[in-house]
T-cell receptor, first 111, second 113 residues
Framework: SQQGEEDPQALSIQEGENATMNCSYKTSINNLQWYRQNSGRGLVHLILIRSNEREKHSGRLRVTLDTSKKSSSLLITASRAADTASYFCATVPGGGNKLTFGTGTQLKVEL | DAGITQSPRHKVTETGTPVTLRCHQTENHRYMYWYRQDPGHGLRLIHYSYGVKDTDKGEVSDGYSVSRSKTEDFLLTLESATSSQTSVYFC????????????FGSGTRLTVV
């Protein structure tokens, strides 16, 4: 079964707008990671946030983590057409050493 | 992707035949993983390795076996392919398994007819 569930499943926005994706998970975690997958390609690691962190930034990406609610959000600011991709959250359970992925959010950024 | 390659990239095989997919890394990472990706399911872990000859099962391991005789190579074998194993298979590597992001290969698209 999936550890993480992303919401929404699909998101369509205009270039320049912000995109927000949410992830919920079920068990305690060591860290939570976000990945991007362009069509027909492998996954690319975007950002990792540890369980004792609440917010992290990387360029146009902002990730928040609320361990009390077992949820995370990924914000992409000033989106570009090149951001069109599927985005996955993934968690490493406490004491574990393998990633469990959610089902992903398909983001489409239109010109 | 840099440091990790999968072969073949595409394969069509018949039901009941054995199939082996290869993952090769040049990063000397300890951990290697095999995932499959299917619509509506995201990525699901098949098997993983935490060292040479050290492997363990993942969420969907039935019908699959793995071997790791060298640090750089991790093989996934479908002993007798079935149509339900039609999927895209991804290999991933990680230095620590916990505290670092994973690097993924480009995937192998397997079709079982």
């Amino acid at each position: 079964s999936q550890q993480g569930e992303e919401d929404p499943q699909a998101l369509s926005i205009q270039e320049g707008e912000n995109a927000t994706m949410n992830c919920s998970y079920k068990t305690s975690i060591n860290n939570l990671q976000w990945y991007r997958q362009n069509s027909g390609r492998g996954l690319v690691h975007l950002i990792l946030i540890r369980s004792n962190e609440r917010e992290k930034h990387s360029g146009r990406l902002r990730v928040t983590l609320d361990t009390s609610k077992k949820s995370s959000s990924l914000l992409i600011t000033a989106s570009r057409a090149a951001d069109t991709a599927s985005y996955f959250c993934a968690t490493v359970p406490g004491g574990g050493n393998k990633l469990t992925f959610g089902t992903g959010t398909q983001l489409k950024v239109e010109l | 992707d840099a440091g990790i390659t999968q072969s073949p990239r595409h394969k069509v095989t018949e039901t009941g035949t054995p199939v082996t997919l290869r993952c090769h890394q040049t990063e000397n990472h300890r951990y290697m993983y095999w995932y499959r990706q299917d619509p509506g399911h995201g990525l699901r872990l098949i098997h993983y390795s935490y060292g040479v000859k050290d492997t363990d099962k993942g969420e969907v391991s039935d019908g699959y076996s793995v071997s790791r005789s060298k640090t750089e190579d991790f093989l996934l074998t479908l002993e007798s392919a079935t149509s339900s194993q039609t999927s895209v298979y991804f290999c991933a590597i990680s230095e620590t398994g916990q505290e670092s992001g994973y690097t993924f290969g480009s995937g192998t698209r397997l079709t079982v007819v």
